[in-house]
């Protein structure tokens, strides 16, 4: 397993050991001792999976859990999708800027999405089934999200897909309009 850098504090990009061959692959997608030695904090314990299933085109995001907040360990155990990234938090030194990381079946990385960020991915492929564990129940009354298409944030989406969005993202407020609303602090115990 590696670990490796992105621009924004707080998440992590974990590229796992994948032993293959022409019968196949075998990869661990989890280990709580080598997360805990990627940085992933050792309290956290995930308590939930998720799996979903994507056409190519269909943009999923950007949400986020309001009340404690949750993370998340996120990877693409079927296809291809840039995985996308809003840093959420007051007095962070990248409050509103994103970054994103593709995610594939093929080099099997995983993102680890703290708490106080949004996240939403793109599916590159024909097919993206995306896997995900987080460290909160689903609460429908906590959930919430920023418009993928927000310009202040201004994330830069494939230009060669349409994208296809649920109602519920495409009715998503701007990042401005729920800025008194976020419970994320920088640093969290601020």
């Not at 990234?85 to 080099?107: C, I, K, M, N």
């Not at 129940?137 to 919430?144: F, G, I, K, S, T």
Request: proline share 8%; aromatic share 10%; glycine share 6%.
């Amino acid at each position: 397993m590696k670990t490796l850098s992105g621009r924004l504090a707080g998440p992590i990009l974990i590229e796992p050991l994948l032993f293959a061959d022409s019968r196949g692959f075998f990869a661990e997608t989890y280990r709580r001792a080598w997360h805990e030695l990627a940085g992933i904090p050792a309290h956290e314990e995930f308590v939930q999976d998720n799996h979903s299933r994507s056409a190519r085109g269909v943009v999923r995001g950007m949400h986020f859990q309001v009340g404690p907040g949750l993370a998340k360990l996120v990877r693409c155990a079927r296809g291809r999708i840039l995985d996308v990234v809003v840093d959420l938090r007051h007095g962070s030194p990248t409050y509103a800027q994103w970054e994103g990381f593709e995610l594939d079946d093929l080099v099997m990385r995983q993102l680890y999405v703290p708490v106080g960020f949004a996240h939403g991915f793109c599916a590159l492929s024909d097919v993206a089934d995306v896997m995900y564990k987080q460290t909160a129940y689903y609460d429908p009354q906590l959930e919430r999200a920023i418009a993928w298409n927000d310009p202040d944030v201004a994330i830069e989406w494939p230009t060669e897909l349409e994208p296809s969005v649920s109602a519920r993202d495409a009715a998503a407020p701007r990042l401005r309009e729920i800025a008194p609303e976020r419970p994320f602090r920088y640093p969290p115990h601020a």
